[in-house]
């Protein structure tokens, strides 16, 4: 493992079958972009010729780097859309200022969760926090996309996967990108609503389109390359920047979530380190004590979503879910 991660992480991950390296990822220099020319820390360039608004995300927490280190190199490369409007969004950049890798996980946010603030009551209510106001910030960028690719990576061992919320053409705008092949529709956290989630984008019919991509582990190059396949092949399919779609490869297995479990007390704890994709067959199998609650799955052939190692109240543990 990487030596610098904490040793209670350190020892679940090895347990789960984590990459046994240290954090390969060189952590990227995002100076050049900190600016911005829309936003501080979003880079948008429309084209002369009309088309959809697609919102490339990176950051929504701090420590997920993988996805910044794909969008530093698209603009570096001087990428720019044939049709319609492509920006680039680096959301938490103060908490990514904080990284350290001596303690990688610290950075995710500065005070509240990012990804858990897309509902208009906590947008608009009273409450104060770095991420609000960022969220704040952001918001009327993502009232006017059509489309999202929020780049996501995973402390946990997992099979990369896409999620979706409710919207049928968000579901199929994932099963349209390809690898990874599953693609996930769930209705997000107890905890608050994700950027996926926010307003028209949770909304079938309503022509928007919100698709999280768990890529792979925080801090590898393979997790960059698996995201730098889904938006080319995102950019191909919107027609922003043209180009030969690769052959399809096996067609994408698609999965409904049936139960969030959200930890209720602090002494949440797996039966074992369950691995992100990995099917239970039996029905009533226990997987987990929640204080003294018994967590068990609900019907055969369970799928394993995310489970969350280390988590605490309030906070989704794991996702139980259906192969459709």
């Known amino acids: 493992m990487s030596g610098a991660l904490p040793p209670v992480l350190e020892a679940l991950l090895r347990e789960a079958g984590a990459p046994d390296r240290p954090l390969a990822l060189p952590v990227p220099d ?11 820390g979003v880079w948008s360039f429309a084209a002369a010729a009309p088309g959809p608004h697609v919102c490339l995300v990176s950051l929504i927490h701090g420590n997920e780097f993988a996805g ?10 001087g990428l720019r859309p044939a049709i319609g409007r492509l920006s680039f969004v680096f959301a ?18 500065l005070e509240e969760d990012m990804n858990r603030l897309w509902d208009i009551a906590a947008l608009e209510g009273p409450r104060r926090s770095a991420e609000l106001r960022r969220a704040r910030a952001l918001r009327p960028l993502f009232d006017t996309a059509d489309v999202i690719l929020d780049l996501h990576s995973m402390l946990w061992p997992s099979d990369p996967l896409y999620l979706v919320g409710g ?8 099963l349209q990108l390809g690898a990874p092949p599953l693609v996930v529709s769930d209705q997000g956290h107890a905890a608050g609503r994700r950027l996926i989630d926010y307003g028209p984008f949770g909304v079938p019919g309503s022509g928007r389109r919100g698709v999280l991509l768990e890529g792979g582990w925080h801090w590898e190059a393979e997790t960059v390359a ?8 995102l950019l191909a399919l919107t027609g922003l920047v043209p180009a030969p779609l690769p052959p399809p490869g096996p067609p994408p297995r698609r999965a409904r979530v049936t139960r969030t479990i959200t930890a209720r007390t602090a002494d949440f ?8 994709g990995e099917i239970v067959p039996e029905a009533g199998t226990l997987i987990a004590h929640d204080g003294g609650r018994e967590v068990r799955t ?3 052939d ?4 995310l489970p969350s190692l280390v988590t605490q109240p309030g906070h989704t543990a794991v996702r139980l879910a259906r192969y459709e």
């Open 30 to 40: 995002l100076a050049p972009w900190r600016a911005g020319n829309t936003l501080p």
């Open 68 to 77: 910044a280190v794909l969008l530093d190199r698209l603009l570096r490369e």
């Open 92 to 109: 938490n950049l103060d908490a990514f200022a904080r990284f350290d890798p001596a303690d990688p996980t610290a950075s995710r946010f």
């Open 167 to 174: 919207s049928p053409a968000s579901m199929e705008l994932a």
């Open 226 to 233: 698996r995201m730098e396949q889904a938006v080319r092949r």
């Open 269 to 276: 704890v797996f039966t074992r380190p369950w691995r992100g």
């Open 298 to 300: 609900e019907h055969p």
């Open 302 to 305: 369970c799928l394993l979503i």
